[in-house]
């Protein structure tokens, strides 16, 4: 999976749309997907006061072109931000499956999020 002339990174910044403010204390996972569709975990991260980690969750030689996945546990924010969720909650767990193709380049995952809905996109 490494790349070792690779110079780009993977970043994300989680919004909580609810709220209007950086969601704090988000744990995300980062899964490499292999062609048959097993995710194998690369690596664990939070969100830190400006909701973003506070390095790049994926860099240098470790960029790889493949397909990846961030899950982002919102069930147990929303719950410590004092949120009364259903059980089971609408959202908890969001998997946001993506490809890289450029190693070299930068992939930004943003994710917007409420308690009952959620977007993302390609940012920059």
């Known amino acids: 999976m ?3 002339a690779a110079g780009g990174r993977l970043t994300t910044h989680v919004l909580d749309t609810a709220s209007g403010r950086p969601a704090v204390g988000v ?4 899964r490499f997907i292999d062609a048959d569709g097993a995710g194998a975990v690369l690596s664990r991260h939070v969100t830190n006061a400006d ?3 506070d390095a790049p969750i994926l860099s240098g030689d470790a960029m790889a072109a493949g397909v ?3 899950t982002f546990d919102v069930g147990a924010y929303f719950r410590a931000q004092g ?8 959202l908890d767990m969001i998997p946001i499956r993506f490809g890289l193709a450029d190693a070299g380049a930068h992939y930004h995952v943003p994710l917007l999020v409420s308690p009952f809905g959620y977007s993302t996109y390609r940012g920059s």
């Open 68 to 70: 990846y996945e961030l």
């Open 2 to 4: 490494a790349n070792p």
């Open 83 to 90: 949120v009364a969720l259903d059980t089971p909650a609408f």
């Open 51 to 53: 909701g973003r980690c």
């Open 27 to 30: 744990a995300i996972t980062l």
